[in-house]
């Protein structure tokens, strides 16, 4: 079945490490993207990529980064410069980014929290 | 500024007791209104995708329309599976991105 698998289901990060959040998926999708979501908050748009080797900035980069070598995965790398990472991270992907309006499909997310 | 707002935060029903949620955006050149619903520690699955005022969708006991400043999810006769959060996120053509709301957490009594 095509999907998209998230890595870790949880995960802990000590202070000053650096953690991956691993996203792949098999739909062929062109168009991948980070969220963050938090208690009584919106999804918050952290990083997007709509074709390999090219990702931009969302709403809330700051602290993150992210790759895109292949098409089908969009690793997502929280940063010791990240000062608040505790918080459900969400994957997604669509077929593409721009005029379409092909909606996002979701996976099961990874919980982030600092010990 | 672009925005999604839903509305109750939330809501409880007796099984079998119709009502309606409600997501109010203000979104410059609307390409698409988007449902979701999302389980506790799973991710949003999608529900509907409306394009102009006046369209609607079904699926089973749900119903979404769309005018031009609201969208509306209806529930018919809900069952205790229906709880869940529903999400509404709204893509403007200035830019491309989904703009989501905070959500309307829905339980469903027997």
């Known amino acids: 079945d095509g999907g998209i698998t998230q890595s870790p289901k949880y995960l802990f990060r000590k202070e000053g490490q650096n953690v991956t959040l691993s996203c792949e998926q098999n739909l062929n999708h062109d168009a991948m993207y980070w969220y963050r979501q938090d208690p009584g908050q919106g999804l918050r748009l952290i990083y997007y990529s709509q074709i390999v080797n090219d990702f931009q900035k969302g709403d809330i980069a700051e602290g993150y980064s992210v790759s895109r070598e292949k098409k089908e995965s969009f690793p997502l790398t929280v940063t010791s410069a990240q000062k608040n990472p505790t918080a459900f991270y969400l994957c997604?992907?669509?077929?593409?980014?721009?005029?379409?309006?092909?909606?996002?499909?979701f996976g099961d997310g990874t919980r982030l929290s600092i010990l | 500024e672009d925005q999604v707002t839903q509305s109750p935060e939330a809501l409880r029903l007796q099984e079998g007791e119709s009502s309606s949620l409600n997501c109010s955006y203000t979104?410059?050149?609307?390409?698409?209104l988007f449902w979701y619903r999302q389980d506790p520690g799973k991710g949003p699955e999608f529900l509907f995708t409306l394009y102009s005022a006046g369209e609607e969708k079904e699926k089973e006991r749900l119903k979404a329309t769309l005018t031009k400043k609201e969208s509306f999810l209806h529930i018919t006769a809900p069952k205790p599976e229906d709880s869940a959060t529903y999400l509404c996120?709204?893509?403007?053509?200035?830019?491309?991105?989904?703009?989501f709301g905070k959500g309307t957490k829905l339980s469903v009594k027997p």
């Open positions: 997604a992907s669509s077929k593409d980014r721009g005029i379409s309006n092909q909606p996002q499909h």
């Open positions: 996120a709204a893509k403007g053509g200035s830019q491309g991105n989904l703009i």
């Open positions: 979104v410059s050149g609307l390409r698409g």
